[in-house]
Nanobody
Framework: QVQLTESGGGWMQAGDSVRLACAASERIFSSYGLGWLRQAPGKEREFVAA????????YIADSVKGRFNISRDNARNTVFLQMNSLKPEDTAVYYCAANTKGTDWTPKYLEVWGQGTLVIVSS
């Protein structure tokens, strides 16, 4: 049973950059897709970015494309979300998730989640 732990969130100013990290308790790359999702106040959880299960491709949500990117460090069992040019609308709890069932990235289909890290972006 893999466990995921996010870090790197905090209070930021519009235009700032930050890198979030999600550390897995075991080696999972090449076994599961790994991704980031976020939940803003009063909104549903939404997909942000992910690696496919083989690590050969990535997907970035249109809402953050061009500003956010995803990367990973296999040796550290860690996936990163690089967030650039932050906007107030990026304020959310950011979660990482493992796609253990090989589904799409609809949140309701995902069962393995980190506890989230809060990012607050002020104008």
């Amino acid at each position: 049973q893999v466990q995921l732990t996010e870090s790197g969130g905090g209070w930021m100013q519009a235009g700032d950059s930050v890198r979030l990290a999600c550390a897995a308790s075991e080696r999972i790359f090449s076994s599961y897709g790994l991704g980031w999702l976020r939940q803003a106040p009063g909104k549903e959880r939404e997909f942000v970015a992910a690696f496919n299960w083989s690590g050969t491709d990535t997907y970035i949500a249109d809402s953050v494309k061009g500003r956010f990117n995803i990367s990973r460090d296999n040796a550290r069992n860690t996936v990163f979300l690089q967030m650039n040019s932050l906007k107030p609308e990026d304020t959310a709890v950011y979660y990482c998730a493992a796609n253990t069932k090989g589904t799409d990235w609809t949140p309701k289909y995902l069962e393995v989640w980190g506890q989230g890290t809060l990012v607050i972006v002020s104008s």
